[in-house]
């Protein structure tokens, strides 16, 4: 199972929804400025309820122009370097952190920079709970990857496996590949998938 980590830059945004990734394996990382000493109290009850061992406090030494940006920059290089297979999550509203991003997605690191938890995908996907929710949420999806797309019955059945982070069952799968078909955003001939999302 692919390992997300969540970055948050805490100079940039203080996210008052973590509880939302409660459930789902993260690995994540609060980034403090050097003169950040404090965080609230709803923050830090939602971070120990992920457990002690997957959040890590990183305080920036020193002061400087974007040091904190710096300091996320070369974490993620560290641990794409270690597990060239994880998903990197940046929480900031600073936009500065983008053609970083579309480098790292170059060299095949996989990626993103949200305002909010609320806004990553992986979040959406687990939080869907109604079979509909789901094909909504996988359909943003699919619409998202654009070329990348599956091609096969199997590869998209994986996907949307991976995409729930193995939760589903294989007739939730079964239930959800089904409506893509009915609802004509997917259409199967053999084992090959075509698409019509982008109308």
Avoid at 122 to 129: H, I, M, Q
């Amino acid at each position: 199972m692919r390992t997300n980590y969540l970055l948050i830059d805490l100079e940039n945004v203080q996210p008052d929804n973590l509880a939302l990734v409660n459930g789902v394996p993260w690995k994540v990382k609060v980034f403090l400025g050097a003169h950040q000493t404090k965080i609230s109290v709803s923050m830090a009850r939602a971070l120990q309820a992920l457990g002690a061992d997957a959040v890590e406090y990183i305080t920036v030494e020193g002061n400087g122009r974007n040091a904190l940006d710096f300091h996320i920059a070369y974490y993620i290089g560290r641990f794409a370097a270690e597990d060239p297979s994880a998903f990197f999550h940046i929480i900031s509203k600073d936009t500065g952190f983008d053609p970083l991003i579309k480098h790292l997605k170059s060299k095949k690191v996989f990626c993103q920079r949200s305002n909010s938890v609320v806004d990553i995908p992986l979040v959406k996907l687990a939080g869907s709970k109604s079979v509909t929710e789901r094909v909504d949420a996988i359909a943003a999806n699919l619409i998202r990857r654009k070329a990348g797309r599956p091609r096969k019955v199997k590869t998209l059945e994986s996907t949307v496996r991976a995409l729930f982070q193995g939760q589903l069952s294989d007739e939730e799968v079964a239930k959800i590949f089904e409506l893509l078909q009915k609802r004509g955003l997917v259409a199967v001939d053999g084992d090959k998938v075509s698409y019509n999302l982008d109308s």
